[in-house]
């Protein structure tokens, strides 16, 4: 009975052992959910030690795996079925030890994928490496045609797997994406596939949809902008020839198209356009004088020419409707705009009346950024003997003044062109420059609350033997009159002024300005 006993408690602690051995689907990474896709294959793969996690007891499933770490995983494959150990010298690279041990043995020559180890490892090239390594190979499907990869010699690998039942592709139809990066998720599941058999995939593809039929323009784009749809489409015959239609119309007549994969190219006779195929679906994009043009055909009555349809639809509706906003908000600050200009004008008249000799106003109208409070700035000047120039905001339909400033006779050239300084840590920055064989001088001022705050006035004047900065933090924007209230700094000081802005000095948007 004590043998018995004992017998029974040595099991108990051997099954107990075995379970805590054993990590479950939640257990083994904390970035693999119990429940994602690939959580089984990389739980079983991690254990034969040939797929490892990165560290801090995570997998990385969404990571991509470089071509060195795709030699490596295969080269440990090839072992591990062998009963082999790898042979390691500590040598600098690290894959150093897997390339030579995958040349030897036939798995790979030592630089069949190439030489830049650290980068990543596309499909295609998994497959070839996998491929070479099947163990217990058994006929599962029979596929013969795959949307993306054409049945020749050079993607025998490819389709071999797929028989194999260890790839099923990404769809319904087998779309294999043969240039995509592969991630470490997807290693582990198509790795676990060719070590065990009873993980492989019995499956039978939907036969792709025939590419010969009419296909409509479903959606254009210029740029990034949706286009007024139309009635225009394109016919695909089975011998290399398609006709097209604009808008109803036979416009281009008879024109030859080629096909290799899922790559389609459409000669026309004034050069070629490229694009992409997929099922029911032609995508192409080309360049002329408006810019880039981007094309979607989708098959007439296919649920994806619905669905491109009806998103394009929706698109253009949105650019229709900003267009109309844009009118709309054009007319409020038009109508401010010439209040603003008759404004301007009176002080222009008013000048005149006292004797300054001040020329006639000229204006620019800006729109600021969209997080700002206000999103227009006026900005009038004049010039001749003497200058002044002032800052208007619009709000609602009235332009409301922010800011004057005078320049007394002979002392300016010229009155710079209003910047915008813009910085996410300080908000919108304004500088008023101007500038006169005697020196230059800026005003900085912050946009707050429909208002500007003097920031810093700086003045540099070049009459001096060196020249010699000067700024201000006091509350006066006509500074030029003299630096009588200015401190005199360094030059590499008023740098550090402006630096201390954190701010990237851009010029005003000035899209379709309007000017006097």
Known sequence: MMIYKRTISILL???????IMIPTASAVFSDVPSNAWYAND????????????????????????????????????????????????????????YVKYANDNGICSTGEF????????????????????????????SVTELPDVQNKDAYKDVFYLYNQGILTGSDEYGTFKPYSQITRAEAAAILNRVLNASKRIQKTLTPIPSFD???????????????APDNSWLEIKANGIALIYWDGTDGTGSITYTRTGNNITLHFSDGDVSGTVKPNVIDVSFLDDMGGVHY????????EEKSIRDKAVKEYAAVVAKEQAQKKEYSIWNAAFQQAKKYFADQVRSA???????????????????????NVLLYGYSWDDENFNAIYTIQGDHAVCLATAGLPQGTVSSIESLSLVYSNKYGTLLQQSWNSMQGGGSTFYKVNNNSLKLVASVVVDYTLSDPYWYSTTKKSEDFWYGTAGFTAVSEARLDSIINSFDALLWPFSTDDPIEW
Request: proline residues 3%; aromatic residues 10%; glycine residues 8%.
């Open 213 to 227: 039929g009419v296909y409509s323009l479903a959606s254009t784009k210029h740029g990034e902008t949706e286009c």
């Open 114 to 141: 190439g030489t830049e180890y650290n980068k990543f490892c596309n499909r295609l090239t998994m497959a070839h490496l996998f491929a070479r390594v099947v163990s217990q190979e058994k006929t599962l499907n």
């Open 352 to 374: 005149r009346s006292v004797g300054y000799n001040v020329g006639s106003p000229a204006w620019v109208i800006c729109k600021l950024n969209d997080t700002d409070s206000f």
């Open 13 to 19: 602690a051997l099954i107990l052992a075995i379970s």
């Open 296 to 303: 979607i055909f989708a098959k007439k009555g296919s649920a």
């Open 42 to 97: 990389v739980n079983d793969v991690q254990r034969y030690g040939i797929l490892k996690g990165t560290g801090n007891n995570k997998f990385n499933p969404n990571g991509n795996m470089s071509l060195a770490e795709a030699i490596t995983l295969t080269a440990r494959t090839y072992a591990y079925l062998r009963g082999e150990t790898i042979p390691t010298t500590n040598s600098s690279p690290w894959y150093n030890d």
